[in-house]
């Protein structure tokens, strides 16, 4: 049965959470290959339609929009913790999620219930039936926004999916903008060269609307420059955050809480919201955001480190290593390493296996990731040093295991090389050693969701 031919179905019948999340899903592609649109502007009209039948949620708050390729999520997240300490209702909405699709989603910092969910994808499913061709990204957007303008938020931090000219989230008027760090990554849809990325990112940007910037590469700070002088829009680069000591490690952490930092400001010129220097530094101090260089928790007994960063290109891997360089120079690493299969293998393999002789290769659940005979293939066809180990691990609490018994003593463990990677390295970490997390880490979330499987027939396509 079609929901399309029999709408009263919708409302006859209460959708469990994992039924509304297979319906939101059901047609998702993971090969991360999805063919460019013939008319990709229509994207963003589908998407306004949709939103406009809804009596236009999004416009129910006020709206901070990030963009980059690495760090928006960062940058979003510090946003989000200043303008609650603040005193203000707030929204974060980011993507991807690591244990659990309810964190794509929250309302002072707590993640949406299974219920809420449910409902307001139940709802919205009439509208989303009527508009043909809505992306996976776009449906979930739309979620967020009816569960912003619901919970009454009065600000929404929006992190850009992919890009930001024709991303979904673009259909936001946001009273500022960030743009953080942009190299090369999703090239299949945002082009080949620095400039045409830069050119998909700077597409957040708005008439007359206030944005702050990373250091970019002169290409990219160029082409930026370039589209906010055409909307008349001030563009400032930022510096590093050094007011107080921040819970996410490197400078570039700096970098992207001092966008943070500096958006906020900017509302407080502009007489949207109140400033306090206190409230302000403890909201970025108080920042939650698991698996950006993230150590894990030690058990009593010790052992050998373990640090998960979301690594998955080869310049925010230079990132990672540039940092633990600078903070645990000279002590040995092992890698545990997987990738998906849509990114440039390559570039950061070569990368990995300069940096260390030991990697334990793996391949994550999630529908993404590239396979480990696949992986070993790759590093196979690459240059090795004398010495190199590579181990093949069949699951990811092997990986962390064999990682352990090779690497030498005083050195540690790297997860990463996804985010998937990174969240399964952090959960059969909390398999191996229970206890060690927080009560209300999202670890605790982890395997509580469907997995991602075809649509059961009863409940037909949308």
């Keep these: 049965m079609s929901i399309r031919s029999a709408p009263e179905f ?21 090969d991360g290959r999805a063919p460019r649109l013939k ?29 980059g390729t690495k760090g928006k999520g960062s940058t979003s997240a510090y946003t989000e913790s200043i303008l609650r300490h603040l005193g203000y209702r707030t929204g974060l909405f980011t993507s991807p999620h690591l244990h659990t699709f309810r964190e794509r989603m929250r309302v002072d910092g707590q993640l949406i219930s299974q219920e809420k969910c449910a409902e307001l994808i139940q709802r919205a499913l009439p509208y989303l039936e009527a508009t043909p061709d809505l992306t996976v990204f776009g449906r979930i957007t739309v979620i967020a926004f009816l569960f912003f303008a619901e919970a009454g938020v009065d600000w929404a931090v929006v992190e850009v999916g992919i890009g930001g000219r024709l991303d979904s989230t673009n259909v936001v008027l946001p009273e500022v903008c960030g743009i953080t760090h942009i190299s090369k990554d999703h090239m299949h849809i945002l082009g080949e060269s620095l400039e045409e990325i830069a050119g998909e990112k700077g597409g957040i940007i708005k008439h007359k609307t206030p944005v702050f910037s990373a250091p970019q590469k002169q290409g990219a700070e160029e082409v930026l420059r370039q589209v906010a002088d055409d909307m008349e829009a001030p563009l400032s680069e930022v510096q590093v955050y050094r007011r107080a000591a921040l819970p996410l490690v490197g400078g570039h952490q ?26 302000v530094d403890n909201g970025l101090v108080q920042t939650r955001w698991p698996c950006r260089i993230e150590w894990l928790p030690q058990p009593a007994s010790g052992g050998i480190p373990l640090v998960v960063d979301c690594a998955h290109n080869r310049d925010s891997l230079e990132i990672l290593l540039s940092t633990l360089a600078a903070t645990h120079a000279g002590r040995p690493f092992t890698f545990v390493f997987g990738v998906n299969s849509d990114k440039d293998i390559a570039p950061m393999l070569t990368l990995a296996m300069a940096a260390s002789p030991r990697i334990v290769l793996v391949q994550s659940r999630h529908p993404k990731a590239l396979p480990v005979p696949d992986l070993r ?17 069949p699951s990811m609490k092997a990986a962390i295991e064999i990682a352990q018994e090779i690497t030498p003593s005083g050195g540690y463990i790297v997860g990463t090389g996804s985010v998937f990677v990174a969240a399964e390295v952090r959960e059969s970490w909390n398999e191996l050693h ?13 395997n509580t969701d469907p997995p991602l499987a075809p649509l059961p027939p009863a409940y037909g396509t949308i």
């Design 10 to 30: 919708v409302s006859a019948v209460r959708l469990t959470y994992e039924e509304a999340i297979g319906i939101l899903f059901h047609d998702a592609r993971f």
């Design 39 to 67: 008319d990709p502007e229509s994207r963003l009209e589908r998407m306004r339609a949709v939103l406009a039948a809804l009596d236009n949620p999004q416009d129910c708050f006020r709206t901070v929009h990030v963009t």
């Design 254 to 279: 700096q970098i992207n809480a001092g966008i943070a930092y500096e958006m906020v400001r900017e509302l407080h010129r502009a007489g949207l919201v109140r400033w306090d220097d206190q409230h």
């Design 377 to 393: 293939a790759a590093v196979g066809s690459l240059p090795a040093d004398e010495g190199q180990s590579v181990v093949a691990a």
């Design 434 to 446: 229970p206890g060690l997390f927080a009560a209300d880490d999202w670890i605790h979330e982890a």
